[in-house]
């Protein structure tokens, strides 16, 4: 008898793919759906089943899913700077709903949604957990209503329609393997080739190595509870911490210069200006800048207790990150005093 074949929706992401590799060391059939113009990789050489189409096609889906027992979503657009939202919620939410009705008829064990960790609500000065209600709209901006609508359609399903439905609540990933790079990772890449001049003071994030993350969406698709969000994060990681620890990494001095939160807001307000003039999008926003200190520390303590997870010191995936972005650029930088 076959092992039942694992299907990893946007396997060609920065999660996706750490999930995908780890499926597959573990010997099992592994499928994918990705779109014929996805950057294979982060998956290369790896023993998969490659399907094509995207979100919207119903056939590919249904196709894909046919003999899985468990399918894992790793398909997210995370573009939160652009100016219309229409994309984000296309992918996010009219795309998720294609995938979910295509699950609910594929007769799956566990269907493994990789959420947010802005999804959890705020309470400013406490640590929050997954019974704490999404109640920051206005601070986050269409990218993470994008993302607390998807979740809430996910366990709709979950506890209407009966899908076996997850949600993880990621916090932002570090690690090795960021081709992208991600937004958050990009702080690690610029710091680790000595191209950040400065660090942000006041800001921080929960946050996780991507090894760890994708091994909390396994041991969700084997005891995670359909229904149920589950926070995957390691701790609060200051941005100062962060840039600190990839420079260090990369034997480079880590930046001296400290930009206050007032004076980012400025710039992310000229910046917010500057693009709807231009009519372009600016990474720099002032939600943007919101998505870098509103959120309140987090307790991961129920994906220990319920998943088993215990994750590693998120500072050895940065340290690690910023050993990958020096290696892609094909040099060591020179090593600096300090």
């Known amino acids: 008898m076959t092992d039942p074949v694992k299907l990893v929706i946007g396997a060609s992401g920065f999660l996706g793919s750490e999930v995908t590799r780890r499926l597959a060391a573990t010997g099992a059939p592994v499928r994918i759906l990705v779109r014929p113009t996805s950057d294979l990789r982060p998956i290369s050489g790896l023993p998969l089943d490659i399907h094509y189409g995207d979100l919207f096609d119903d056939d590919a889906l249904r196709t894909a899913m046919y003999g899985c027992d468990v399918v894992y979503h790793c398909a997210v657009d995370t573009r ?183 004076a980012l807001y400025a710039a992310a307000g000229v910046a917010d200006t500057a693009a709807r003039v231009r009519g372009r999008d600016s990474r720099l926003t002032v939600t943007s800048v919101n998505l870098m200190h509103v959120m309140s520390r987090m307790d991961h303590g129920k994906a220990g207790r319920e998943l088993g997870w215990q994750p590693e010191p998120v500072l050895d995936a940065v340290a690690a990150a910023a050993r990958f972005f020096v290696d892609r650029r094909g040099r060591r930088p020179a090593t600096t005093a300090g």
């Not at 009705?101 to 566990?110: E, S």
């Open 80 to 262: 939160a700077w652009l100016r219309d939202p229409g994309p984000l919620f296309r992918t996010n939410i009219a795309g998720l709903r294609h995938v979910l009705d295509a699950a609910l008829g594929a007769g799956l064990r566990r269907f493994v949604f990789t959420s947010s960790a802005a999804t959890i609500g705020r309470r400013p000065g406490s640590v929050v957990d997954e019974t704490v209600p999404f109640n920051w709209p206005r601070l986050g901006g269409p990218y993470v209503r994008s993302r607390v609508e998807a979740e809430d359609l996910v366990l709709r399903y979950a506890t209407e329609r009966g899908l076996p439905a997850v949600a993880m609540c990621v916090a932002n990933t570090y690690g090795p393997g960021d081709w992208q790079p991600t937004p958050h990772g990009s702080f690690v890449a610029a710091a680790a080739l000595g191209k950040l001049p400065f660090r942000f003071a006041g800001t921080g994030s929960e946050s996780v190595g991507v090894a760890d993350a994708a091994r909390a969406l396994l041991l969700a698709s084997e005891y995670g509870r359909p229904g149920e969000r589950y926070i995957v994060a390691e701790r609060f990681l200051t941005n100062a911490e962060l840039v600190t620890a990839a420079a260090h990494a990369a034997d480079r001095q880590p930046p001296r210069l400290a930009i206050p939160l007032p």
